[in-house]
């Protein structure tokens, strides 16, 4: 928390400004390889999927109630071995761009999900170029571990992956138990 704007987990109430935030970074943006932004119902099954797994889901607002930008951690892949393994993304409104929103967004969520005792957080950079989230990720401890060259297309040009990773808690130095789920994820049926 700063004083220009608070975190809070994401509520139902958010999903309209939500979506307008990803909406912007869809049209105008590379973080997304989607070509067209989701409605407001669909947005909202993306949220409650999330929240439903047992991942975390936070917003910044402005003093005034004002969404900000929202964060949010997921699945890597899908597979029973990854469940150590999130994959975060990070999306700030135009206007608060600049404000230090992401960081604290991105921080936040790394601190929810090492206590969540998740492994490895990796980040899937749209286009090398999108030097601000590769900063962002760096300056909170990831470091490259690839890029996938020309992997969407987007904008009338071929866009990058830029993968980053952060080992969080104990990461690889220990083995973990293999009948736990990190956090509140119910085991795979």
């Given at each position: 928390?700063?004083a220009s704007f608070a975190l809070s987990d994401t509520t139902d109430a958010d999903i309209p400004a939500i979506t307008t935030i990803y909406a912007d970074a869809v049209l105008n943006g590379t973080?997304?390889?989607?070509?067209?932004?989701?409605?407001?119902?669909?947005?909202?099954?993306?949220?409650?999927?999330?929240?439903?797994?047992?991942?975390?889901?936070?917003?910044?607002?402005?003093?005034?109630?004002?969404?900000?930008?929202?964060?949010?951690?997921?699945?890597?892949?899908?597979?029973?071995?990854?469940?150590?393994?999130?994959e975060n993304s990070v999306y700030v409104a135009p206007h608060a761009k600049g404000r230090g929103v992401g960081r604290t967004l991105l921080a936040e969520i790394i601190a929810r999900c090492e206590?969540?005792?998740?492994?490895?957080?990796?980040?899937?950079?749209?286009?090398?170029?999108?030097?601000?989230?590769?900063?962002?990720?760096?300056?909170?401890?990831?470091?490259?571990?690839?890029?996938?060259?020309?992997?969407?297309?987007?904008?009338?040009?071929?866009?990058?992956?830029?993968?980053?990773?952060?080992?969080?808690?104990?990461?690889?130095?220990?083995?973990?138990?293999?009948?736990?789920?990190?956090?509140?994820?119910?085991?795979?049926?």
């Amino acid at each position: 928390m700063t004083a220009s704007f608070a975190l809070s987990d994401t509520t139902d109430a958010d999903i309209p400004a939500i979506t307008t935030i990803y909406a912007d970074a869809v049209l105008n943006g590379t973080a997304s390889f989607e070509l067209d932004p989701p409605d407001e119902a669909e947005m909202a099954r993306r949220f409650h999927a999330i929240r439903h797994s047992g991942y975390p889901h936070i917003c910044a607002r402005d003093a005034d109630g004002t969404l900000l930008g929202y964060a949010y951690a997921g699945s890597y892949r899908a597979r029973p071995a990854y469940r150590w393994t999130v994959e975060n993304s990070v999306y700030v409104a135009p206007h608060a761009k600049g404000r230090g929103v992401g960081r604290t967004l991105l921080a936040e969520i790394i601190a929810r999900c090492e206590a969540l005792g998740f492994r490895q957080m990796i980040a899937v950079i749209g286009g090398s170029e999108h030097a601000a989230s590769i900063g962002l990720h760096e300056a909170l401890g990831f470091v490259h571990v690839g890029a996938l060259p020309a992997t969407g297309f987007k904008h009338g040009r071929w866009l990058d992956s830029v993968l980053m990773q952060k080992p969080l808690g104990k990461g690889q130095t220990s083995t973990p138990d293999p009948d736990t789920y990190p956090g509140t994820l119910y085991p795979p049926v």
